[in-house]
């Protein structure tokens, strides 16, 4: 696995595991974060979680208090990023998001 294949791995289940866990605009600890979505590299999750997922346009981050949390409400670019980058299926990514439209 390339470094960005390992990236983006991290990355969708950070965000899935918002999408899940966390909800819209719940903020949440970024180590608390990564504990839930059980990544093997915690060190690296949490250097994305901070790093990468500031710059999609569905996460929101406060670096003074470390929480990030998903903007409300959901949009086609984070299901665009679920399906077509992290291979949910439509399925999956409807059953999620239907209970926060």
Known sequence: MTTRDK???IECALTWQL???HGW???T???ELVSDANVTDEKQARKIARNNLPDRSFIGYHQGKDQIWLTAPPGDDLV???TERCG?????VEATLDSYI
């Open 29 to 31: 600890e970024v180590s």
């Open 88 to 92: 949910f299926t439509q399925l999956q």
């Open 80 to 82: 665009e990023f679920l």
């Open 25 to 27: 605009s719940d903020q």
């Open 19 to 21: 999408a899940r866990t």
């Open 7 to 9: 990236t983006t791995s």
